[in-house]
């Protein structure tokens, strides 16, 4: 078989993924954190205020990765496998998830207290993305209700796919309505129409946001692994190593 | 013994649901009751002034219509998955798809249906300028329908547990709210002399998606609640 292949195999195992999980979310916590510190500092130090918008505009760095993780890590739980493991991933996304649109929603907020003079609107994007809140706490809320920890997996990944229908219409809310969010300004591929000394920091925290995700992906995984293999040899071995 | 044909095991189930209704009359009638009470309280509560009243009586009508038919979705497969009838459900010749799409159309004829033949008079209440009642009436007309079937995937997602509460309330919304913002939008544009017929298309397009799609969603939500 594959090296890979064989690898990724053995991952699903339980007692591997609780090894990979301790050693790699330190990791991915403490690259994390190294990144975003620059990513905050550059943005709040090194780019240069907006000619309209002053100072505020800073928030954009905290709330465009946080807008862009809140709609990719919801696809992520729609694409829940039959493997006992990638449900238990699926389900620790929701709560991570949550939180990242919770920021989205709460810095939206703060800019738009200055900006267009009221802390909330019922604009197209500022709705779909409170909904996509709902849906969030609705798939964490079914996963807790189920006892069988397998069913309420499928039955939370099942709901989270009824709501993927969301997630384009946040995506282009702002290009099918006239809205008071602004439009699209950041690309990936082709030009933003932002100015180039504005990106940098930028990307940093995209890039840390999304190693945010895994390292608190992996801990909360491997807590609710353990959870799940309570009881097992190789978890009471594990308790006794730490008593 | 033959198999039944999927018109033959509607029929079946029609007639068993409507004599089971026939024998409880009174619980028709109150999803209706509920969304009279939603709108004498709305109406207190706003004060009763007239011209208060006609600008916001089709938000909620659709409030209540909403409203109601939540409160009514526990009854759709709770009283089968406690007597045994859902597990026969799943083993019987016809796919479970189809039972309950035609059960989930049995459900809105029995709970929605009133409501729709009661709105005339509870427009009425609200003072609804008469122009745009055929409006209301068409977006409930395609929306309550859109509402029981994005509902029946609630309630079998949530019909495996014992006390669903609030839950059913928490997954339902969400999806309830484009079918609202559609449905109370479309009436608000004949308000302000606007064409209404793009929010009734939408909801028409998302009627004749979601009478495709919820019931396969709900028959998997079924097998994994019950299996």
């Known amino acids: ?243 | 013994m033959s198999t039944p044909t999927l018109l033959q095991a509607a029929r079946a189930l029609l007639a068993r649901d409507l004599r089971l209704l026939w024998r409880r009359r009174g619980d028709a009638l109150q999803p209706a009751l509920f969304a009279l009470l939603v709108i004498v309280l709305f109406a207190l509560a706003l004060g009763g002034e007239p011209q208060l009243l006609a600008k916001v009586a089709a938000g909620v009508l659709w409030v209540a219509a909403l409203l109601s038919g939540l409160l009514a979705l526990d009854t759709l497969f709770r009283g089968d998955a406690e007597d045994g009838s859902l597990e026969q459900w799943m083993l019987a010749p016809v796919p479970l798809a189809w039972l309950v799409l035609v059960r989930t159309l049995i459900h809105w004829a029995t709970t929605a249906l009133p409501l729709l033949l009661a709105t005339p008079l509870l427009a009425e209440l609200l003072q609804l300028p008469r122009t745009q009642l055929p409006v209301l009436l068409a977006a409930l007309a395609l929306g309550t329908p859109l509402l029981s079937l994005l509902g029946a995937i609630v309630a079998a997602l949530t019909v495996g547990m014992r006390r669903s509460g609030i839950l059913v309330a928490l997954l339902a919304l969400p999806l309830y709210v484009p079918v609202l913002v559609f449905g109370a939008g479309s009436v608000a544009q004949a308000s302000q002399g606007l064409d209404p017929t793009g929010g009734l298309l939408l909801l028409g397009a998302g009627l004749v998606l979601t009478l495709v799609l919820a019931p396969l969603t709900a028959a998997a939500a079924i097998r994994i609640a019950l299996n």
């Open chain 1, 1 to 243: 078989m594959n090296p890979v292949v064989r690898w990724f195999h053995q991952l699903g195992s339980p007692p591997t993924f609780d090894r990979f999980a301790a050693r790699w979310a330190p990791w991915a916590y403490g690259s994390a954190l190294l990144v975003m510190a620059y990513g905050i500092w550059a943005a709040l130090f090194q780019v240069p205020a907006d000619y309209q918008q002053g100072d505020s505009f800073r928030i954009l760095y905290i709330h465009v990765p946080s807008a862009w993780m809140s709609m990719a890590i919801y696809a992520a739980i729609a694409l829940i496998w039959r493997i006992k493991l990638c449900e238990i991933l699926a389900m620790a996304c929701a709560p991570i998830g949550a939180a990242f649109t919770l920021i989205t929603l709460a810095t939206g907020s703060i800019w738009g207290r200055p900006m267009w003079g009221t802390w909330w609107d019922w604009d197209p994007r500022l709705t779909t993305e409170l909904i996509l809140l709902f849906l969030y706490l609705g798939v964490i809320g079914l996963y807790g209700a189920i006892d069988d920890r397998r069913a309420a997996a499928r039955a939370a990944g099942l709901l989270a796919i009824v709501g993927v229908v969301l997630l384009p219409v946040i995506r282009y809310s702002v290009v099918w309505w006239n809205s008071l969010h602004q439009g699209q300004t950041i690309r990936l591929l082709g030009e933003s129409s932002i100015d180039a000394s504005m990106l940098p920091p930028l990307f940093a925290m995209i890039i840390g946001t999304k190693l945010w995700f895994i390292g608190s992906l992996l801990a909360r995984a491997r807590a609710d692994n353990l959870l799940r293999e309570f009881g097992k040899d190789w978890v009471k071995a594990l308790a006794e190593t730490r008593r």
